[in-house]
């Protein structure tokens, strides 16, 4: 072997990161790949939902994920937000237009709507030179160890590869101008022979995912003990990979391997595989909504799943402490956390008090005052033949089938009734303003069987003045309750037995999946919701219609996620009850009643 060889593998031995890998050890890193498994034991293949893809979700789908600060939801998609949106207060920021901005939340909202201009740094803007991101001693254009400069500093420094993953080299790759992000977190490179690299002074980077900026990312320099790689970066160019059959393509069109999907990594850029999971792999924490996170993500103080369940049970839940740091940039991620704290929160679904339910709808029991705040009687000509949910405001939801639009005079609006026989103390009558049917209701099929009812303003104040009621959260997309889960049902309807019944009754129920099995030709899966029981014992009931089913989710927070519809008879298994979906018209509502009644995190 001559001289220069060995040192050339010495070298590469030395910075491990030559990709010089022969075929067959290739193979067997695939054949791993395939053969890893979920907690679940679940082949990957089978992680991902075929169904779920069709709907092409990314990070933008405000059905699985929640939208950036300087977006808000509508009709299912994040849009920008116009900079006068934003809340006040923050620091300034300066962009790569040369222009400054008074808060992150203005720049970002601006960089949204003309995505050329990007975030610089914090700050005012000088003529202090740029952060600029190289890729250095690369093989092609697309490659090479990631090399940074920060603006005011001749010196180039590299980033440490222990704090490099996809997430950074995505963020790298989109600030080299590269709109698919990285292909690899590792890129191949020649290292000049006489080349020198102190590698002790390397910095290390962490993005979120959401910048289109390296300078957004935070860096830290950490003191270094020994030797470190350098990280290093492919960028995805259209024709350097070829689409395999083990190939999972992202809606932007990137080709990731399959085996990346559902890992809790954004592989794609545009998050999509990790929108359409029935499970994940074992670093990462599966979500309801069929969402994937990385595991770091749990218990870090922000709310990632649409459900909420990865802030819940967080007691003694500590982080690993941080090495001593210096952070090199603004912290940009705490600002951004900030901004979203600002936000008005909105009161629903969280019960005043927790009043013990006394034991005893079909095969109900009966409800004591204050159990089901939200739930409201509609009384028409002196009869009650129907509930409602009060879901703020002076606003009403109910069963189309419940309501005539025109016949506003000749209802009445029961709330904090239980019993009407024996009136209990507390009732509070409205009466009707205006009666909202959905325009599509069909009462042959029973297909948007959804009315709204504003009830009319207290005389004197100029609004409903509801002291003892609580409206029940409206929710923003379907994903948000799942087959199977447990939700309650309430109402003054018939009893098994089609005996009447005077008081408020409650059931738990679940909810059903594929109930076209039962229904077949009359189910309308994206409007309607099946719930029940195993047996049939506790079912909504003639009365109940234009009542509630309502979910609670992991933070107790009570949703009304069906209006009673309709069924075949009461308390049949094979025929399980069917709820008008609510999230499925939630911008509709929106639309009626106004956002900023049932709009909670920036949706
Ligand atoms: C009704 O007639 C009705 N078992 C409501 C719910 C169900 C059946 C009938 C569901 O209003």
New binding site residues.
Partial sequence: MKLTQVILLFLCFYLSFCKVKDQKQKNQEEMEKVKVTSTSGTPQEDLVDKKCLREKYTHLSCQKVFCQPWQRCIEGTCICKLPYQCPKGGAPVCSTNGKSYPTYCQQKSLECLHPETKFLSNGTCTANGQFEVTLKYGKKYSEGIVEVKFAGQNKTMFICNDSWSITEANVACLDLEFQQGANDTQGSFHFPEDLHINSTECLHVHCQGFESHLAECTFTKRKAKNYQALASVTCYTQNAVSPTNNSFQCVNGKHIPQSKACNGDDDCGDQSDELCCKGCHDKAFHCKSGVCIPKQHVCNGEVDCITGEDEVHCEGFSHVAQEETEILTANMDAERRRIKSLFPKLSCGVKKSTPTRRKRV?GGKPAGPGDFPWQVAIREDGKIN?GGIYIGGCWILT?A?CVRASKVHRYQIWISLIDWITYNAGIVVRMVNKIIVHEKYNGTTYQNDIALIEMKKHASKNNCMLPTTVPACVPWSPYLFQPNEKCIISGW?RDRDNAKVYSLHWGEVRLIGNCSNFYPGRFFEKEMECA?TDDGSI???????GGPLVCMDANNVTYVWGV?????????PE????YTKVAHYFDWISYHVGRSLISQHNV
């Fill in positions: 079909v129907c069963a089938h309807g029940g079912d909504a009931c003639k009365g109940d219609s009673v519809s309709w069924g075949e008879n009461c308390g049949r025929f399980p009850g069917v």
